[in-house]
Protein backbone atom coordinates (compact mmCIF):
# COMPACT_ATOMS: atom_id res chain seq x y z
CA UNK A 1 0.00 0.00 0.00
CA UNK A 2 1.70 3.72 -0.79
CA UNK A 3 0.72 6.77 1.14
CA UNK A 4 1.13 10.27 -1.14
CA UNK A 5 1.16 13.03 1.29
CA UNK A 6 0.70 16.70 0.02
CA UNK A 7 0.26 20.07 1.12
CA UNK A 8 3.01 21.30 3.08
CA UNK A 9 4.19 24.57 2.90
CA UNK A 10 5.54 27.40 4.30
CA UNK A 11 3.20 29.36 6.93
CA UNK A 12 3.56 32.33 9.41
CA UNK A 13 2.77 31.83 12.84
CA UNK A 14 -0.93 32.07 12.92
CA UNK A 15 -1.55 30.64 9.94
CA UNK A 16 -3.35 27.25 8.68
CA UNK A 17 -2.33 24.53 6.59
CA UNK A 18 -4.78 21.72 5.40
CA UNK A 19 -2.44 18.21 4.39
CA UNK A 20 -3.72 15.35 2.70
CA UNK A 21 -2.68 11.57 2.49
CA UNK A 22 -3.95 9.10 -0.19
CA UNK A 23 -3.87 5.55 0.49
CA UNK A 24 -3.33 3.19 -3.00
CA UNK A 25 -2.94 0.02 -3.63
CA UNK A 26 -4.98 -3.33 -3.28
CA UNK A 27 -6.75 -2.22 0.31
CA UNK A 28 -9.69 -4.30 1.92
CA UNK A 29 -10.02 -1.97 5.05
CA UNK A 30 -8.17 0.73 6.41
CA UNK A 31 -8.55 0.83 10.05
CA UNK A 32 -6.20 4.07 11.35
CA UNK A 33 -4.92 6.25 9.82
CA UNK A 34 -2.74 9.12 11.37
CA UNK A 35 -0.26 11.72 11.40
CA UNK A 36 3.17 11.61 13.07
CA UNK A 37 6.11 14.63 12.82
CA UNK A 38 9.49 14.69 13.07
CA UNK A 39 11.82 18.47 14.08
CA UNK A 40 15.27 18.24 13.50
CA UNK A 41 17.29 16.19 16.37
CA UNK A 42 13.88 14.92 17.51
CA UNK A 43 12.26 11.88 17.53
CA UNK A 44 9.64 11.35 15.21
CA UNK A 45 6.39 11.74 17.62
CA UNK A 46 2.33 11.38 17.21
CA UNK A 47 0.49 14.63 15.78
CA UNK A 48 -3.20 12.40 16.05
CA UNK A 49 -4.62 9.33 14.66
CA UNK A 50 -8.15 8.25 14.19
CA UNK A 51 -9.58 4.58 13.93
CA UNK A 52 -12.59 2.97 12.96
CA UNK A 53 -12.01 0.23 15.27
CA UNK A 54 -14.00 -0.06 18.72
CA UNK A 55 -16.55 1.88 17.32
CA UNK A 56 -14.01 4.70 16.11
CA UNK A 57 -11.16 6.77 18.12
CA UNK A 58 -9.59 9.99 17.89
CA UNK A 59 -6.43 10.89 19.61
CA UNK A 60 -4.41 14.07 19.53
CA UNK A 61 -0.98 14.72 21.01
CA UNK A 62 -1.54 17.37 23.50
CA UNK A 63 0.52 19.68 21.80
CA UNK A 64 -2.18 20.01 18.98
CA UNK A 65 -5.39 19.58 20.48
CA UNK A 66 -7.61 22.52 19.73
CA UNK A 67 -5.50 23.65 17.33
CA UNK A 68 -5.26 20.67 14.57
CA UNK A 69 -8.07 18.58 13.18
CA UNK A 70 -7.82 14.89 11.58
CA UNK A 71 -10.39 14.00 9.73
CA UNK A 72 -11.12 10.82 6.73
CA UNK A 73 -12.85 10.00 3.53
CA UNK A 74 -13.03 6.18 3.66
CA UNK A 75 -14.53 5.92 -0.19
CA UNK A 76 -11.00 8.09 -1.17
CA UNK A 77 -8.76 6.10 1.42
CA UNK A 78 -7.75 9.91 2.41
CA UNK A 79 -6.78 11.05 5.72
CA UNK A 80 -6.47 14.87 6.15
CA UNK A 81 -4.97 17.05 8.99
CA UNK A 82 -6.30 20.61 9.69
CA UNK A 83 -3.66 22.71 11.24
CA UNK A 84 -4.57 25.83 12.62
CA UNK A 85 -2.60 28.66 14.95
CA UNK A 86 0.43 27.43 13.93
CA UNK A 87 3.34 28.00 15.92
CA UNK A 88 7.36 27.79 15.33
CA UNK A 89 7.50 24.80 17.25
CA UNK A 90 5.03 22.60 14.83
CA UNK A 91 7.80 22.96 12.21
CA UNK A 92 8.82 19.68 11.33
CA UNK A 93 8.32 17.25 8.31
CA UNK A 94 4.86 15.14 8.55
CA UNK A 95 4.50 11.99 7.81
CA UNK A 96 1.36 9.90 7.20
CA UNK A 97 0.71 6.44 8.52
CA UNK A 98 -2.39 3.52 7.84
CA UNK A 99 -2.66 0.46 8.84
CA UNK A 100 -5.37 -2.36 7.84
CA UNK A 101 -5.86 -5.51 5.79
CA UNK A 102 -4.49 -6.22 2.18
CA UNK A 103 -7.22 -7.38 -0.27
CA UNK A 104 -7.83 -10.00 -1.11
CA UNK A 105 -5.88 -12.24 1.20
CA UNK A 106 -6.37 -10.46 4.30
CA UNK A 107 -2.89 -10.21 5.82
CA UNK A 108 -2.32 -6.94 7.66
CA UNK A 109 -0.21 -3.94 6.67
CA UNK A 110 1.18 -0.72 7.66
CA UNK A 111 2.44 1.71 5.69
CA UNK A 112 4.25 5.34 6.08
CA UNK A 113 3.99 7.99 3.08
CA UNK A 114 7.42 9.64 1.87
CA UNK A 115 6.52 13.05 4.49
CA UNK A 116 6.16 16.79 3.73
CA UNK A 117 7.83 19.75 5.00
CA UNK A 118 6.14 22.26 7.19
CA UNK A 119 7.73 25.15 8.38
CA UNK A 120 5.95 27.71 10.26
CA UNK A 121 8.28 31.14 10.50
CA UNK A 122 7.77 34.91 10.05
Known amino acids: VQLQASGGGLVQPGGSLRLSCAAS????????MGWYRQAPGSQRELVAT?????????NYADSVKGRFTISRDNAKNTVYLQMNSLKPEDTAVYYCNAGGLYYPDLRQFASWGQGTQVTVSS
Open 50 to 58: NTIISGGRT
Open 25 to 32: GNIYSIRT
